[in-house]
T-cell receptor, first 114, second 113 residues
Framework: DTAVSQTPKYLVTQMGNDKSIKCEQN?????MYWYKQDSKKFLKIMFS???????INETVPNRFSPKSPDKAHLNLHINSLELGDSAVYFC?????????????FGPGTRLTVT | DQQVKQNSPSLSVQEGRISILNCDYT??????FLWYKKYPAEGPTFLIS?????DKNEDGRFTVFLNKSAKHLSLHIVPSQPGDSAVYFC????????????FGKGTRLHILP
């Protein structure tokens, strides 16, 4: 029974399109995150979100927007996709409100923008 | 500007021997450090962490050492097992700052039979 799942696993799309990546967790955790792992293998946090607050990393373009329909889901919407958006995107959750708590990661979504 | 550096992209260790993975950081404000392990096509999984008030934390075969004056930490795995072959990410954070966690680029560990 997968704790953190992401769909789709692979996504290939053209520049300028709008796409979404979905994340679902069955751990009952209050806090969810989105990370981006770029071609240089750096894993960088994009957002953290809990019931009370969305914390946006200031380096993330506003074309990226997280949306949480409920506590178990945090989806990532990306508008006007660019070549540089190609990366692997990971969703993660944690029990506590601090990012320093142990995080549970999803399997990742490999996004390729052509 | 890499605030967390893992200078060895890969490391090969004989099964049964000790694996030592190193990590350096530049920001002296970091007060919590974590190691994650990642298999191909999977997300990272939490391994072990250490607070800046400690200099060692041990969990089974895994021990993390922190040298604050040198801004250096290391992960020791002993004895190394085939299932330890993976990419290991070092991460540093500021407690209670949800946007402030920095990961290193990772070190790929190969355990040789």
């Amino acid at each position: 029974d997968t704790a953190v799942s992401q769909t789709p696993k692979y996504l290939v799309t053209q520049m300028g399109n709008d796409k979404s990546i979905k994340c679902e967790q069955n751990l009952g955790h209050d806090t969810m995150y989105w990370y981006k792992q770029d071609s240089k293998k750096f894993l960088k946090i994009m957002f953290s979100y809990n019931n009370k607050e969305l914390i946006i990393n200031e380096t993330v373009p506003n074309r990226f927007s997280p949306k949480s329909p409920d506590k178990a889901h945090l989806n990532l919407h990306i508008n006007s996709l660019e070549l540089g958006d190609s990366a692997v995107y990971f969703c993660a959750t944690s029990r506590g409100g601090s990012i320093s708590y142990e995080q549970y990661f999803g399997p990742g979504t490999r996004l390729t923008v052509t | 500007d890499q605030q967390v550096k893992q200078n060895s992209p890969s490391l090969s260790v004989q099964e049964g021997r000790i694996s030592i993975l190193n990590c350096d950081y530049t920001n002296s404000m970091f007060d919590y450090f974590l190691w994650y392990k990642k298999y191909p096509a999977e997300g990272p999984t939490f391994l072990i962490s250490i607070s800046s008030i400690k200099d060692k934390n041990e969990d089974g075969r895994f021990t993390v050492f922190l040298n604050k004056s040198a801004k250096h930490l290391s992960l020791h795995i002993v004895p190394s097992q085939p299932g330890d072959s993976a990419v290991y990410f070092c991460a540093a954070s500021l407690l209670n700052r949800d946007d402030k966690i920095i990961f290193g680029k990772g070190t790929r560990l190969h355990i040789l039979p």
